[in-house]
């Protein structure tokens, strides 16, 4: 009314439901405002709308959540976001995934962050704040204390912001996960490699990288192991979408006979093929027995690949997860898979395939399960974090994943 501005149904309607959270006594909720729902009619939701928001919110001790990714908030609804991030004493959880937020809405939320010491998870995935954005996040973790999980995935970050975070990571104490999917990388040096593994020789407390789209070479993966083998905390790594072949894996293995923390690696859409998976698969048999997942989806691994894969989980009891869809299946494929989870040593639920059998042969079905599946979307039913299509936040949960 103050603003004679019409009412978002889809807003209405959401905080109408969480009325009803409180009344039945419901203390810490997370308000799921997202605008990609296909379950119940959407309007997304503006600048403008979020400005009602903040002035619903700033005061409300029961929200300690707030999910408004897929909507379109702007650089204006940045400058609310960050009044809420200042005003708001028991906010937590702050997801503005894919919201048209710019530079300077980036800037915004950044310098907000400088004085909150109650924001705990921020994820800014696939707001386009480029370098100019994440430089000011590089300088907010210098003065912030309570941040352990960013995620800046997808926001177009230059070699300038990758290298101050890197820098500044060398210090912060308190950041345990951090997204730093695609940045715009030029040349093919991998010096962002070179940066992040000088900072995971000095870290000492981050548990989760995910370094996605990197343009990872044979070089870069032998920076990072290099510092792997001086590293003591890192569990989650996640050098998906690169340029990784099998030489790559020699380090990888290697590093992997005397590492003891790292829990799960995504090496998904890479190219280790044969020869890279066996000298995993050996090392996972004799050597290691702290790595708990691994995926090595569309990695052109054949069958012997994949059957070396199969057999060091029937040597090694702490290896739980493995997910291989998007390879080159052969009958002795399907048939290594389908014993190990007739035989209970795989669960179904920790890994992307399904056996079942046509005339007598068996074949494996694709099913939705893998380690971080809901990144981007949800689901048309069923949880949308359920464990076993997130299965690297549920094996290393770090920060409000939510």
Same mark, same amino acid.
């Given at each position: 009314? +103050?603003?004679?501005?019409? &009412?978002?149904?889809?807003?209405?309607?959401?905080?109408? +439901?969480?009325?009803?959270? &409180?009344?039945?006594?419901?203390e810490r909720i997370t308000l799921n405002i997202a605008g990609n729902s296909r379950l119940t009619p959407v309007e997304r939701v503006t600048g403008e709308d979020f400005w009602i928001l903040y002035r619903i919110l700033k005061k409300n001790p029961y929200i300690t959540g707030l999910d408004v990714r897929y909507n379109l908030l702007s650089d204006v609804g940045a400058y609310y976001a960050a009044r809420l991030l200042q005003k708001q004493p028991y906010l937590i959880y702050l997801n503005l995934m894919?919201?048209?937020i710019g530079p300077e809405g980036g800037e915004l939320i950044a310098k907000a962050l400088h004085k909150n010491k109650i924001l705990k998870h921020l994820k800014m995935t696939g707001n386009k704040i480029e370098n100019k954005g994440g430089m000011c996040f590089a300088a907010m973790l210098q003065i912030n204390s309570s941040l352990e999980k960013l995620d800046l995935g997808d926001c177009d970050l230059g070699m300038q912001s990758v290298i101050a975070f890197a820098t500044v990571l060398t210090q912060n104490q308190t950041i345990k996960g951090i997204n730093l999917n695609r940045p715009l990388l030029y040349g093919e040096q991998e010096e962002s490699t070179v940066h992040l593994g000088h900072m995971l020789k000095e870290n000492h407390c981050l548990v989760e990288l995910h370094m996605c789209k990197h343009q990872i070479k044979t070089d870069g993966i032998r920076q990072l192991c290099d510092a792997l083998y001086l590293n003591r905390s890192l569990r989650y790594l996640d050098v998906s979408c690169n340029k990784?072949?099998?030489?790559?894996?020699?380090?990888l293995a290697d590093v992997l006979k005397s590492n003891t923390t790292l829990e799960v690696i995504d090496l998904s859409f890479n190219r280790i093929e044969n020869a890279g998976a066996n000298y995993l698969s050996e090392t996972l048999a004799s050597h290691n027995r702290s790595l708990k997942a691994l995926s090595v989806v569309s990695n052109n691994i054949e069958g012997e690949g994949l059957v070396a894969l199969s057999q060091s989980m029937k040597t090694n009891p702490t290896f739980s997860n493995i997910y291989i869809w998007g390879n080159k299946f052969d009958e002795a494929t399907c048939v290594a898979y389908s014993d190990l989870i007739q035989t209970g040593r795989l669960k179904p639920d920790n890994t992307d395939v399904e056996p079942f059998v046509v005339d007598g042969r068996v074949y494996l079905a694709e099913v939705s399960n893998g380690l971080k599946k809901h990144y981007y979307w949800t689901p048309t039913y069923g949880g949308a974090c359920s464990d076993s299509s997130n299965a690297g936040f549920t094996l290393v949960p770090v920060g409000q994943h939510l």
């Open positions: 009314m +103050e603003k004679s501005q019409k &009412i978002n149904p889809f807003i209405l309607h959401i905080l109408q +439901e969480v009325d009803e959270e &409180i009344k039945n006594g419901l894919f919201n048209d990784i072949t099998h030489d790559g894996m020699v380090y």
